[in-house]
């Protein structure tokens, strides 16, 4: 059974730092391309960011660009999202999700993947 693990959320003043962690058991992390989405409160899922099986290609949201940083660790089953200059605009419950299709390019397509996370809540206050 794929299970993935959020961890990293919490409160955080505005122009802050936040890392998030999520953690893949039950199949091979390097056979898997990898997302981060997040859920504001009375909003629709959205994409956040995306990364490769491999961490060499990384795909990111307009709005994050240059804040938020994926990256990843085959070795220990772990995938990161470091998020910088972290606005009120960014609170949301973030989760990670996880495409079979390893080959695939990082992408935003939330259907595609297959697995997710149960959730971190990030709150940034003003």
């Known amino acids: 059974q794929v299970q993935l693990v959020e961890s990293g959320g919490g409160l955080v003043e505005a122009g802050g730092s936040l890392r998030l962690s999520c953690i893949v058991t039950?199949?091979?992390?390097?056979?898997?391309?990898m997302g981060w989405f997040r859920r504001a409160p009375g909003k629709d899922r959205e994409f956040v960011g995306a990364i490769s099986w491999s961490g060499d290609s990384t795909y990111y949201q307009n709005s994050v660009k240059g804040r938020f940083t994926i990256s990843r660790d085959n070795a220990k089953n772990t995938m990161y999202l470091q998020m910088n200059n972290l606005n009120p605009e960014d609170t949301a419950v973030y989760y990670c999700a996880a495409d079979r299709e390893s080959i695939a390019s990082p992408h935003s397509n939330q259907y595609e993947y297959d697995y997710w996370g149960q959730g971190t809540q990030v709150t940034v206050s003003s």
């Open positions: 039950g199949r091979p992390f390097s056979n898997l391309a």
